[in-house]
């Protein structure tokens, strides 16, 4: 499916309100990449609006698949797999599941069992957390993801006092609308494409 086949949210944000940092708090709950097959975690990874091989290599210290750390960025996942990445974290989790880190030996080991069945086509849930939402988020936000609607309406029902003074205006196709209106209405929906754009204060 292609975004402009989705519904799409257009939030205008004043920038001297740090809004996208606001909104790249969103991240962390998930946002949907469509891929086809398996692919490597490295290679998905480039895939990504602001996600160079530098910055993946200097600043994603933590990588998770479907909850389990992973240190191989040639680990395959597909369609369905969630994906969750962090910039260092401090004290001995950190340190524990730091990719490549020498503590790696500590973390809980989990068998799978069997091979899995690779997917045709459909969608990586990825989270982005700390530093890297901050970063990368905020790009990936100005570019526009797709995500449920219902992390959409939940996060906006809980994040709208604190959204309110940035947002100059919401569209939803096209059409003007309120912050409660725009969650109430995209709640049920399963997929909508949301894009940030930056205004300039008085603009």
């Known amino acids: 499916m292609k975004h402009n086949e989705l519904e799409c949210i ?11 940092e606001k909104m790249a708090i969103l991240l962390q ?33 933590t990588i998770f698949v479907n909850g389990l750390a992973e240190d191989d960025l040639n680990r395959k996942i597909q369609a369905g797999d969630t994906l969750a990445l962090s910039a260092a974290m401090p004290g001995l989790a950190g340190a524990i599941f730091r990719r490549g880190g020498r503590h790696a030996s500590l973390r809980t080991v989990v068998h799978e069992e069997g091979v899995a069945k690779t997917v045709a ?12 939402g901050t970063e990368a988020g905020t790009l990936l936000l100005k570019q526009g993801i797709v995500l449920s609607g219902k ?25 003007s609308l309120q912050i409660d209106q725009l969650s109430a209405e995209v709640a049920e929906i399963e997929r909508v494409f949301l894009k940030i754009h930056s205004v300039e204060e008085g603009g």
Do not use: C
């Open 10 to 20: 257009i939030f205008q944000m004043r920038t001297a309100a740090g809004a996208l």
């Open 29 to 61: 709950s998930g946002f949907q990449v469509q891929v086809e097959g398996a692919v490597g975690i490295g290679d998905f990874l480039e895939g990504l609006h602001g996600f160079t091989r530098q910055y993946i290599h200097e600043r994603v210290q």
């Open 121 to 132: 086509s459909g969608y990586v849930t990825v989270k982005l957390f700390n530093m890297i």
């Open 151 to 175: 992390i959409l309406a939940k996060f906006l029902d809980w994040q709208k006092d604190r959204l309110l003074p940035s947002v100059k205006r919401i569209e939803r196709n096209g059409v």
